[in-house]
């Protein structure tokens, strides 16, 4: 049998879990920044978000920091066989009993019949659970890319240029007003693989102090663009500018590169 190492426990991967968690949480409770008011409250609300916005990048950045390698520890019928535990079966309980909620509440109509059962999931996943599709995805994908741990420079090229598909050619294609062209991508390492990617190259790579305090100064210049130029532009055109909103986009990009190395 294949002797399976153990896997040394890092400190700063809890804390940016607990951080994560508590961000999730204080931007599920101040709401997404939107409508747009121009009131001191809007600002304050846009202020929360901006700062916590950070939180699910760093999810997939800790995937990869704790995943990537995990043919070192065990097989790769564990490795689904404890991913399904850990997040697909408490995904489908809560689902579930959401949905069992909300008929009882009578927010969503039951039709006492399988088809009507099976009607009602896709409505439930898609109305909900957008970002778990995005997770399912990854979790596929990291057998593949794990085989690729040892090639940094490989690593490295895949972020680059995901990065440049997906974080940067999107908000030039919106500030030059040119048709954003969706063939233009690196499917490679599309979407949140590009965290996936990141989170495994930041947590295996030495840094020297000036590089991790440049990495800390563009994150929080990140959430800095971020935030004035949507109360800045939102203000100016009476209502809300989405021009560096989005998961992918290259401020959120930097702050979660910024706050991982901080933690770290």
Request: charged content about 15%.
């Amino acid at each position: 049998m294949r002797k399976i190492n153990q896997k040394e426990h890092y400190f700063y991967i809890d804390i940016l879990r607990i951080l994560a968690c508590l961000c999730v949480i204080y931007m599920q409770c101040n709401r997404i920044a939107d409508p747009y008011t121009d009131t001191s409250v809007y600002r304050q609300r846009m202020f929360v978000e901006t700062i916590a916005y950070w939180a699910v990048p760093v999810f997939f950045m800790i995937s990869g920091a704790t995943l990537f390698d995990y043919r070192e520890r065990y097989q790769t019928g564990a490795y689904f066989k404890k991913r399904f535990l850990k997040t697909g079966l408490p995904f489908i309980t809560w689902t579930l009993i959401n949905l069992v909620i909300k008929v009882a509440l009578g927010q969503m109509e039951f039709r006492p019949s399988l088809s009507g059962m099976i009607d009602l999931l896709p409505i439930q996943l898609r109305n909900r659970y957008t970002g778990f599709h995005s997770a399912i995805m990854m979790y596929l994908c990291i057998p593949v890319l794990s085989l690729l741990k040892d090639y940094k420079q490989i690593l490295a090229y895949m972020t680059a240029m995901a990065f440049l598909a997906y974080s940067v050619y999107p908000v030039c294609c919106t500030f030059l007003g040119i048709s954003f062209n969706g063939n233009i991508q690196f499917p490679v390492a599309g979407g949140y693989l590009l965290y996936v990617i990141l989170g495994y190259l930041l947590s295996t790579t030495d840094m020297s102090k000036k590089t991790r305090m440049f990495l800390c100064i563009l994150g929080a210049t990140g959430a800095g663009i971020r935030y004035i130029s949507t109360v800045a532009w939102s203000t100016n055109s009476s209502g809300l500018n989405h021009a560096f909103w989005g998961y992918l986009s290259f401020p959120t990009v930097f702050l979660a590169v910024g706050v991982f190395v901080a933690v770290k």
